[in-house]
């Protein structure tokens, strides 16, 4: 049975930090992609980050502007999404996904909540 969980969101305030984690079971972890979404009220789920199965290639979307870093450790399973200077406007749930193409598999977490707010 495939299981992905987040773990680590929370309320911080603008300018704060947070780290997100998220293991997977029951995959090859190595074989897959793994990313970070988000979904704020009111609008549609977009990726926030991407990592290669080998790690040694990351993807984030513009609105990121350096102050996320996406990070694995094929040897436990987990993704990290480290935050930093962060705003108002980074508060949504956020969700972890594991893809890989051959053959064609794509899991999703059941997101954790990141609230900024003063």
């Known amino acids: 049975q495939v ?14 930090s947070l780290k997100l984690s998220c293991t997977a079971s029951g995959v090859t972890f190595s074989r897959y992609r793994m990313s970070w979404y988000r979904q704020a009220p009111g609008k549609e789920r977009e990726l926030v980050a991407e990592i ?10 513009d609105f990121v502007e350096g102050r996320f870093t996406i990070s694995r450790d094929n040897d436990n399973n987990t993704v990290y999404l480290q935050m930093a200077s962060l705003k108002i406007e980074d508060t949504a749930v956020y969700y972890c996904n594991a893809r ?10 059941q997101g954790t909540q990141v609230t900024v707010s003063s």
């Open 52 to 61: 290669t199965s080998a790690g040694d290639t990351t993807n984030y979307a």
């Open 100 to 109: 890989r193409v051959i053959p064609s598999r794509n899991y999703w977490g």
């Open 3 to 16: 299981q992905i969980v987040e773990s680590g969101g929370g309320l911080v305030q603008p300018g704060g």
